[in-house]
Each structure stands twice: as structure tokens, then as C-alpha cells.
């Protein structure tokens, strides 16, 4: 059971790096001026980056308990999708959406604990 929470984890910290590069496709892919394109890229991830941390990672400086970051990493997941459904990436989109589901209902099932700290039941 230990080896599926792990593995739930790695999937998880694979959608969080795959939810930034979404938003920076998604930027640097907008039909805009190319400084435009290029502040959109940079700038889209960083403020994801910044809303993980505050919320939705195990050590965020606002915590919202298992639920809350279940269901806002889910959020943050399904607009990553909805960024690669834009660009016509739909294979793609739907992939990573249901994989965003099952971890999300994973970490529901199976609360996740602060690294270092004994997984609980």
C-alpha cells in the first residue's frame, strides 16, 4: 500500500512540472507581440508556482487540509488540460486530466503527509 501512495506522489509531482509547462505553452503560444508571448511564458508558471506554494503543497504557508489540496490541485490540474485543450492538444489534454482525477481521488483516499513525515492511515 506504501508503494502506491509513493507512487501517487511521483504522478502527482509529474502533473505539477507537466501544469507548468501547460501554462507556458499555453503562453508562449498565444497569438499575441512575441515580448507579449514571452511574459505570458514566464510569467503564467511563476504565479502557478506561487499559488502551490501558498496552498496546495504539503508544506504551503496557508494550508487547506487534505480536501483543499485535493481539490484546488485538481483545479490548477483541469485549467492546465483546458490550456493544452486550447492549442489542439486534445489527446494530450485528455490524458492528463484523467490522470489529474486519479490522483487527486488519491490523495483523497490515501491523505498524504509532509516529506519526512510516517505516511498515516
Do not use: H
Not at 502551490?52 to 484546488?72: C, D, M, Y
Amino acid at each position: 500500500m506504501d508503494a502506491l501512495r509513493v507512487g501517487n506522489l511521483a504522478l502527482r509531482f509529474i502533473l505539477e512540472l507537466a501544469a507548468l509547462a501547460a501554462f507556458a505553452y499555453w503562453g508562449a503560444t498565444t497569438a499575441t507581440a512575441g515580448v507579449t508571448r514571452i511574459g505570458l511564458a514566464i510569467a503564467l508558471p511563476s504565479l502557478l508556482a506561487v499559488v502551490w506554494g501558498l496552498f496546495i503543497s504539503p508544506k504551503a504557508r496557508i494550508p487547506t487540509g487534505a480536501f483543499g489540496r485535493a481539490f484546488l490541485g485538481l483545479i490548477v490540474f483541469l485549467v492546465a488540460a483546458a490550456a493544452l485543450w486550447c492549442r489542439d492538444r486534445t489527446a494530450l489534454a485528455m490524458i492528463y486530466g484523467s490522470l489529474a482525477v486519479i490522483s487527486s481521488m488519491l490523495i483523497l483516499v490515501w491523505p498524504q503527509e509532509a516529506p519526512g513525515a510516517p505516511l498515516t492511515r
